[in-house]
């Protein structure tokens, strides 16, 4: 099958991970996948968006930034729409971003099906955390694009009641959650108990993440056992979390890794003990979640919908009341004092990955299924 890969991003970071997973997967599978997107993609470095981006959106004033996104909008569709002529594809799976009408405009025009990859929806998440000026042309926009789409996959249940009230029928709505690629935590080292228990953490740091309380916890233990943080990655948060963790007189508990190459973090996330997911979005599939099952960790996360669709409490995690850092480190002391209750949970999650097929691989299974039927009910409506 010929797959045209449309996105809109402009950074090296999580959804740089998916976009190369996903195309990595479908090209294993024997499929020709060409990847279409901005061309200052391909010079953002690790973990952040190209230079020249980052400036214009800092020059320019929360209005116009938008308008600027509605104007791209014509030359990522010319770019899509040249890509698709020279490619003749037989789909089209695009992954969403606000304003981008790339996918739904060129899928039309060729009478091809476009598959759609919602990983947020981000009219109301941008108005929450970015201050949306045009809220009712971007939620709008977003409607039009989902109900545009032959298939839908929102990465989560929680985010395809949001499609599902857009609108899009459920028959067009498939869940697919984010994934991991199992070999490369092959044949990691298990973890040997040492003389103290370390905390983890991998991702873009934020402050809604809510390690500024795991590391004030932190300070307040003064028992047994001896608990250490590793934080691994970068990301506005970190300035702070490093004086924190200077002020309190915990610098030798607490390390920050900076940015690490994915190829360096399933090692990394193998040396930790007990793997944090301090706080999520409550629509979001967490890839660093899938990370940690994949490496066996056992796991501490808030206890809500979007988390409950992967992780089940006592069994491949421990699940705290959200939004309370109390109730976090207790769970974290829990396993800190039981290396056996460790063990299960940690082989339960990378059970549980193999179990429900939480891959890259599986998931590029899923798109193509979707794909040929999409392909099938066009060819049987132009029969009839």
């Given at each position: 099958m010929r797959i045209l890969y449309s996105h809109r991003i402009q950074s090296h970071d999580g959804q740089g991970v998916h976009i190369a997973s996903m195309v990595a997967a479908l090209r294993a599978a024997g499929h020709e996948v060409r990847v279409v997107g901005p061309p200052a993609y391909d010079d953002a470095q690790l973990g952040s968006a190209s230079?020249?981006?980052a400036r214009l959106k800092r020059a320019l004033p929360g209005f116009l930034r938008e308008v600027a996104e509605m104007v791209y909008a014509l030359p990522s569709t010319l770019r899509l729409a040249r890509a698709a002529r020279e490619f003749a594809p037989d789909v089209i799976y695009e992954r969403v971003n606000l304003f981008h009408f790339a996918g739904s405009?060129?899928?039309?025009?060729?009478?091809?099906?476009?598959?759609?990859?919602?990983?947020?929806?981000?009219?109301?998440?941008?108005?929450?955390?970015?201050?949306?000026?045009?809220?009712?042309?971007a939620r709008a926009a977003e409607r039009f694009v989902w109900r545009r789409a032959d298939a839908v996959l929102p990465v989560t249940s929680v985010l395809a009641g949001h499609v599902a009230a857009a609108g899009v029928p459920d028959s067009r709505i498939t869940v697919v959650p984010n994934g991991i690629d199992l070999s490369d935590y092959a044949g990691l080292t298990p973890t040997v108990p040492g003389a103290a228990v370390r905390l983890g953490f991998v991702g873009f740091?934020?402050?809604w993440h809510g390690l500024d309380a795991v590391i004030r916890s932190l300070a307040a233990w003064q028992e047994e056992p001896r608990i250490e943080l590793t934080v691994v990655g970068d990301g506005p948060a970190r300035p702070g979390l490093e004086a924190l963790t200077a002020e309190l007189g915990i610098s030798d508990?607490?390390?920050?890794?900076?940015?690490?190459p994915r190829a360096e973090v399933p090692g990394l996330v193998a040396g930790f003990d007990i793997a944090l997911q301090p706080a999520a979005v409550p629509y979001a599939s967490p890839l660093k979640v899938f990370e940690y099952m994949a490496a066996g960790r056992a796991i501490v996360a808030p206890d809500q919908p979007n988390i409950r669709e992967i992780l089940e409490h006592d069994r491949t995690a421990l699940l705290f009341e959200?939004?309370?850092p109390d109730a976090l480190w207790t769970m974290v002391l829990r396993l800190a004092r039981d290396p056996a209750l460790r063990a299960r949970l940690g082989e339960a999650a990378r059970a549980e990955v193999l179990s429900r097929n939480y891959t890259w691989a599986g998931n590029a299974k899923h798109v193509v299924t979707l794909a040929e039927a999409a392909l099938a009910q066009r060819a049987a409506g132009h029969a009839r």
């Open positions: 230079s020249g981006i405009w060129t899928a039309w025009r060729r009478r091809v099906p476009l598959l759609l990859e919602v990983n947020s929806p981000l009219a109301e998440e941008r108005a929450r955390f970015s201050g949306l000026r045009l809220r009712g042309l740091i934020r402050d508990r607490v390390r920050f890794t900076g940015l690490a959200a939004g309370r």
